[in-house]
């Protein structure tokens, strides 16, 4: 499960990375925008599944972790375009 764990947070990264590349050049693709879709609704499974977890610790530290980082994904979501690059 560790290299599992491994290599979606490589991809997540690599994304991220993607993103920002796009970004600067003034528009993020559609694909990039899913599959941030994809995460976000991971995470927000996850906090799902940490909201009833048996354990306090995951339930107390995991929870707002996850949550946060699905607000961050589904607000990469929408349709951006970088008005800076047309000046």
Excluded: H
């Amino acid at each position: 499960m560790e290299s599992v764990s491994l290599l979606v947070n490589t991809f997540f990264l690599w994304s991220s990375f993607q993103y920002v590349r796009y970004l600067n050049q003034g528009l993020v693709p559609i694909w990039i925008r899913i599959v941030f879709g994809f995460i976000g609704t991971i995470f927000l499974l996850n906090t799902l599944g940490n909201l009833v977890a048996v354990t306090d610790l995951e339930t107390l530290l995991a929870t707002p972790i996850t949550a946060i980082l699905s607000v961050i994904c589904f607000s990469l979501v929408p349709k951006y375009e970088n008005k800076t690059s047309e000046l």
